[in-house]
C-alpha cells in the first residue's frame, strides 16, 4: 500500500465526537471524491467514487449513525 491509501485508511477508522466535527468530514469527503446534484424536480442526489472502501464505509456510517 502507498502512504496515501494507508493515511485514508487510518482517518476512516476515527470518527470525531462534536457534530460539526462530523459535518466537516462529510464535506471533505464530498470535495474530494464525490459530487452533489439537483434533479429538476428538486431532489438532491449525493455522488461518492471513493479511493479506498473505507472511506465510503466512514461517510455512510456518519450519515447513518449521527446525523439522521
Not at 466537516?24 to 464530498?30: Q, T, V, W, Y
Not at 472502501?53 to 466512514?58: F, I, L, P, V
Request: glycine share 8%; hydrophobic share 40%; proline share 1%.
Amino acid at each position: 500500500m502507498s502512504f496515501s491509501s494507508d493515511v485514508k485508511n487510518e482517518l476512516a477508522k476515527q470518527i470525531a465526537s462534536p457534530r460539526h466535527c462530523r459535518l466537516s468530514e462529510l464535506s471533505a469527503l464530498i470535495l474530494g471524491c464525490g459530487a452533489v446534484g439537483r434533479s429538476e424536480d428538486g431532489i438532491y442526489t449525493v455522488f461518492l467514487q471513493a479511493d479506498a472502501e473505507a472511506q465510503g464505509r466512514k461517510f455512510f456510517t456518519i450519515l447513518k449513525k449521527h446525523l439522521i
